[in-house]
């Protein structure tokens, strides 16, 4: 069964950084193009960042919201896909999804929280 | 960017009534528009995907329909386990973009 597990979520302050991190199984990860997806409180989703697979050179997009403080990578090694994101602002604050395979499965979640 | 616009943002039914909730899209999106419940403190799960292709393990009381800019997700029967958000989501062109959700209640 495929399985998403995210991890690496806390509390920090504006302006600092937080690496969140996704452990997938279940599927041939090293051809799924990987994606994160953020829900803040009582909110509804919006697409973070995508990184597609070797073949098309680990592209990577973001959202106009996180671009140029947030970065998508990937292991395929270990079947791992991350999030770092530096400079936060409060209104980062979300629980941030892992999902794959055309969005068809998500991970459950970690939450960020960024406040004073 | 495609906008999505769901419709109503949110909704009470009675145990076995019919009930739809619409997305519409600002351009087409040929048929590439996905289905999610989530219900509360859990992630999203895939109900429909394809505009109208049932996710294995769905019930049939879920199905969806549409083409062009306007689809619909329905739910033939209330039941109790309905309860939650459902959300549209276009993967035609990035960024792929979500509807603002729909909260379903029973009544």
């Known amino acids: 069964a495929v399985q998403l597990v995210e991890s690496g979520g806390g509390l920090v302050q504006p302006k600092e950084s937080l690496k969140i991190s996704c452990a997938a199984s279940?599927?041939?990860?090293?051809?799924?193009?990987m994606y994160w997806v953020r829900q803040a409180p009582g909110k509804g989703l919006e697409w973070v960042a995508r990184?597609?697979?070797?073949?098309?050179?680990?592209?990577?997009y973001y959202a106009d919201s996180v671009k140029g403080r947030f970065t998508i990578s990937r292991d395929d090694s270990k079947s791992m896909v991350y999030l770092q994101m530096d400079n936060l602002k409060t209104e980062d604050t979300a629980m941030y999804y892992c999902?794959?395979?055309?969005?068809?499965?998500w991970g459950q979640g970690t939450l960020v929280t960024v406040s004073s | 960017d495609i906008q999505m616009t769901q419709s109503p943002a949110s909704l009470s039914a009675s145990l076995g009534e019919t009930i739809s909730i619409e997305c519409r899209a600002s351009?087409?999106?040929?048929?590439?528009l996905a289905w999610y419940q989530q219900k509360s403190g859990k992630s999203p799960q895939l109900l429909i995907y394809?505009?109208?292709r049932l996710q294995d393990g769905v019930p049939s009381r879920f199905s969806g329909s549409g083409s062009g800019t306007q689809y619909s997700l329905k739910i033939s029967g209330m039941q109790p386990e309905d309860e939650g958000d459902y959300f549209c989501?276009?993967?035609?062109?990035?960024?792929?973009?979500f509807g603002a959700g729909t909260k379903l209640e029973l009544k």
């Open positions: 999902t794959a395979v055309g969005f068809a499965y």
């Open positions: 279940g599927f041939t990860f090293s051809n799924a193009a």
């Open positions: 990184i597609r697979t070797k073949p098309n050179n680990y592209a990577t």
């Open positions: 351009e087409d999106i040929y048929s590439n």
């Open positions: 394809a505009a109208n």
């Open positions: 989501l276009q993967g035609s062109k990035f960024p792929y973009t």
